[in-house]
C-alpha cells in the first residue's frame, strides 16, 4: 500500500512506499519552461534559478522527455550532477515529435527506449519518479504501466506516476503495479481533478501534483495583453487566453487582486495557498525560468490566508465562470478525460 503523509517536523512531505520513501518540498519546480512553450529562455538565468530552488529548500524537479525534445533533462543533467542527492527527480516519456508532429507513443519499445535516453540526458543511474506523459488510447495502460516496472526491477527508476489520466485509467494501472503519484493540471481555474481523480487517488494512497497551478502565469496578473506575447508561445493556442474568452476572464482576475492585496501578498501567493490549502498532500509544480519567481513562490507555503478569504478566491474561478478550454481541440482530444 502506498501512504501519503506530511511530514511532522519539517514541513515537507513524505511520500511512502513499500519500495522506500521520497520525501519533497511542499512546493516542486516546473521546468518546462527552461527549454520551450513560454518565449525563449535565457541559459544562464535558468541555471541561477535551478541552483537558487535548491538553494532555499526546492527539493522536487519536474521534466520530460518532450521538454525542448531533449533539452530541458540536458540542462538539469549537465547544470546539476554535483547536486544530483539533493532532489527527486521527476521526468515523464510517452509523447513524441515525430516528423514535427506530437503523438502518445506508448507502447512498451518506445516507453523503454524513453527511458534509456532520459538516463543518459539527466546524467543520473536512477530517476526518482517516471511518469506515462499521457495515456495512449492504442495500447493497454497494464501493458506501459508493465513496461515501466521492468525498469523499477532494473533499479533505472523508482517510482512509476501518471499524467492527466483518468479515475478508470488510474485504477487499472495501479493493478499492474503501485502509481506513486498522479500529476495533472490543477488550479484556481482547472478544477477537472475534482471531480474523481482526487477521490480515486485518496482511495488508493496515491500522491497528487498539481501542475500549472498559476493557470500559466495567468491567475499571477502579469498577462492583461496577448500581443506582448511571441507568436509561439504555446498560450497563443489555448482558448481561455483568446478573443472575448480573455476579455472575459480578465474581469475574474481583477477580484482575485482585491483578496490578495487584503492578505499582503502577491496574486501568484494567494494562487499557490489555495491548491496547497486544498490538500496537506498536494505538491504544486509552479514553472519558473526566473529567479525571483522561485523565492516568490515558495513564499507561498508560509502563508496563512483564512479559509473564507481562500473560498472567495475560489468562488470566483469556479467552473461556470471561467470561458475556453485549456487546451486547442487538437490537445484536448488527446486528453483521458473522465466519463460524465
Not at 527549454?35 to 521534466?63: P, V
Not at 499524467?163 to 494501472?173: D, F, G, Y
Amino acid at each position: 500500500m502506498l501512504i501519503f503523509e506530511a511530514s511532522t517536523t519539517s514541513g515537507n512531505l513524505i511520500w511512502k512506499h513499500v519500495t522506500g520513501e521520497l520525501q519533497v518540498s511542499a512546493l516542486g519546480l516546473g521546468c518546462m519552461s527552461m527549454s520551450q512553450s513560454y518565449g525563449e529562455a535565457n541559459r544562464q538565468e535558468s541555471e541561477r534559478t535551478l541552483h537558487r530552488a535548491l538553494d532555499i529548500g526546492y527539493t522536487f524537479l519536474d521534466t520530460a522527455s518532450l521538454y525542448g525534445l531533449g533539452h530541458n533533462e540536458s540542462l538539469i543533467g549537465e547544470v546539476l550532477p554535483a547536486r544530483r542527492n539533493e532532489f527527486i527527480l521527476a521526468s515523464k516519456c510517452g509523447i513524441v515529435n515525430r516528423d514535427g508532429k506530437r503523438t502518445v507513443d506508448c507502447t512498451p519499445e518506445n516507453v523503454k527506449k524513453t527511458c534509456e535516453e532520459s538516463l543518459r540526458r539527466l546524467n543520473t543511474d536512477v530517476i526518482d519518479l517516471y511518469y506515462l506523459h499521457r495515456r495512449d488510447f492504442n495500447v493497454p495502460i497494464e501493458e506501459s504501466v508493465g513496461a515501466l516496472a521492468d525498469f523499477v526491477s532494473a533499479g533505472k527508476i523508482r517510482h512509476i506516476g501518471l499524467s492527466e489520466c483518468s479515475s478508470t485509467t488510474i485504477r487499472k494501472a495501479h493493478s499492474e503495479h503501485p502509481i506513486c503519484a498522479v500529476q495533472s493540471e490543477y488550479s484556481l481555474w482547472t478544477r477537472e481533478p475534482e471531480h474523481k481523480v482526487f477521490d480515486c487517488c485518496k482511495e488508493l494512497g496515491i500522491g497528487f501534483v498539481p501542475f500549472s497551478p498559476l493557470g500559466r502565469a495567468f491567475l499571477t496578473g502579469v498577462i492583461t495583453d496577448m500581443s506582448t506575447l511571441g507568436e509561439d508561445d504555446m498560450r497563443q493556442t489555448m482558448p481561455r487566453f483568446l478573443g472575448d474568452n480573455f476579455q472575459h476572464n480578465l474581469k475574474l482576475i481583477e477580484q482575485l487582486k482585491e483578496i490578495a492585496a487584503a492578505n499582503s501578498c502577491t496574486m501568484a501567493q494567494l494562487a499557490l495557498a489555495w491548491v496547497l490549502a486544498r490538500d496537506p498532500n498536494f505538491v504544486p509544480i509552479p514553472g519558473t525560468k526566473h529567479v525571483n519567481n522561485v523565492e516568490e513562490n515558495a513564499a507561498a507555503a508560509e502563508l496563512s490566508i483564512s479559509a473564507n478569504e481562500l473560498a472567495k478566491a475560489g468562488e470566483i474561478f469556479k467552473v461556470e465562470s471561467v470561458l475556453g478550454d485549456r487546451y486547442a481541440k487538437s490537445h484536448m482530444i488527446s486528453l483521458d478525460l473522465e466519463e460524465a
